[in-house]
């Protein structure tokens, strides 16, 4: 089954990392793919992966942060695939830094990009889904939404912000009584190139906070997400549900916990690189990254956590029926009749 086949979905952020690979699982269900991002090389290898996939892939060049660029692509976009069914938004950037060694201005930018860009696309999106009643987005989350943790200040602060937003655009819609959805996907630590080409002002090489997933199951959640957005979040990955629950138990042991290990835990033993970071140009104009990072042997392909949330349903009914089956066999022992 292919329910996104021969329909249109726009991602933004699709040249690499997480909207890469949103791309080629979208190319495999025979969708038609707008791509949307700064980088050339890697936009160009989006469309042929999405086309060697079974789907039809085409490039829209725009920076997410200036709304009017947004605004533009989705009209091109309409006019050449169709009308507009998903829009997955995906795009960030951000700086890895202390708060107080980030300038004024990379910090906005990193926030108009990862947050700014999330409005904007969201905004026009809206624009063109709310007349015909009808339309999907979905917001890459990330479980830093919840729980932040140092040397992103930036980051967090913009998935705080997304969260925000979209709960707030979500109960707009639901007062309206709009068949348009919007839906949040809370990610895990991810094996993306963010980590080669992020600005970082740190002596080591950063790194994800393990346990780390491969980018491919970021994208089978957001496409499963864009396939059923009734449901207003999503959280992907064991890492993800222990880091929500323990923030909601003691958040301040947390807080205590993250000042000893935090730092360490997100750079290598090997030093920073240096001369690439896509904050204020794109990294990927003249060399495609792909959607996978550097640390694919310490990264996990699959959640069974997202499997069990993708299927809960069918799971408690299960154990529902197998705990019903046992209290009766139960009852039927102490009734001699077994």
Not at 118 to 147: E, F
Not at 148 to 153: E, K, Y
Not at 219 to 246: N, Q
């Given at each position: 089954m292919a329910p996104l086949r021969g329909r249109v979905v726009v991602v933004t952020g699709a040249s690499g990392g997480v909207g890469r690979a949103v791309a080629r699982e979208l190319g495999t269900q025979g969708a038609k793919v707008a791509l949307i991002a700064r980088g050339t090389a890697g936009l160009g290898a989006a469309a042929v992966d999405v086309g060697t996939g079974g789907g039809t892939g085409q490039v829209y060049e725009a920076d997410v942060s200036d709304y009017e660029q947004v605004r533009q692509a989705a009209e091109r976009i309409e006019k050449e695939l169709g009308p507009i069914s998903v829009w997955i938004n995906a795009a960030f950037s951000s700086v890895f830094a202390k708060f107080t060694d980030i300038s004024p201005e990379e910090f906005e930018r990193a926030t108009a990009v990862t947050?700014?860009?999330?409005?904007?696309?969201?905004?026009?999106?809206?624009?063109?889904?709310?007349?015909?009643?009808?339309?999907?987005?979905?917001?890459?989350?990330?479980?830093?939404?919840?729980?932040?943790?140092?040397?992103?200040?930036?980051?967090?602060?913009?998935?705080?912000?997304?969260?925000g937003f979209t709960e707030s655009v979500r109960t707009e819609l639901l007062a309206e009584q709009s068949n348009v959805k919007i839906t949040l996907v809370q990610l895990p630590a991810l094996n993306t190139p963010q980590f080669e080409w992020v600005l970082s002002k740190l002596r080591r090489h950063p790194q994800p906070v393990p346990p780390i997933y491969q980018p491919?199951?970021?994208?089978?959640?957001?496409?499963?997400?864009?396939?059923?957005?009734?449901?207003?979040?999503?959280?992907?990955?064991?890492?993800?549900?222990?880091?929500?629950?323990?923030?909601?138990?003691?958040?301040?042991?947390?807080?205590r916990y993250l000042a000893r290990?935090?730092?360490?835990?997100?750079?290598?033993?090997?030093?920073?690189?240096?001369?690439?970071?896509?904050?204020?140009?794109?990294?990927?104009?003249?060399?495609?990254?792909?959607?996978?990072?550097?640390?694919?042997?310490?990264?996990?392909?699959?959640?069974?956590?997202?499997?069990?949330?993708?299927?809960?349903?069918?799971?408690?009914?299960?154990?529902?029926?197998?705990?019903?089956?046992?209290?009766?066999?139960?009852?039927?022992?102490?009734?001699?009749?077994?």
């Open positions: 947050y700014l860009g999330y409005v904007w696309g969201t905004k026009v999106a809206l624009d063109l889904m709310r007349p015909r009643n009808a339309g999907a987005i979905v917001q890459a989350g990330a479980a830093l939404a919840y729980r932040a943790i140092p040397l992103q200040s930036a980051y967090c602060g913009a998935k705080h912000a997304v969260k491919e199951v970021a994208a089978r959640a957001l496409v499963y997400a864009a396939e059923h957005p009734e449901r207003k979040e999503y959280w992907v990955g064991t890492s993800t549900v222990a880091t929500l629950i323990a923030q909601r138990l003691a958040p301040a042991l947390i807080d290990t935090g730092i360490e835990s997100q750079q290598t033993s090997e030093q920073a690189p240096s001369g690439v970071s896509n904050l204020w140009e794109p990294a990927d104009e003249d060399t495609d990254y792909g959607a996978h990072g550097t640390f694919d042997r310490r990264s996990h392909g699959r959640s069974p956590q997202l499997w069990l949330s993708q299927h809960r349903a069918p799971v408690l009914l299960t154990l529902a029926m197998g705990g019903a089956a046992a209290a009766t066999a139960a009852m039927l022992r102490q009734a001699g009749h077994l």
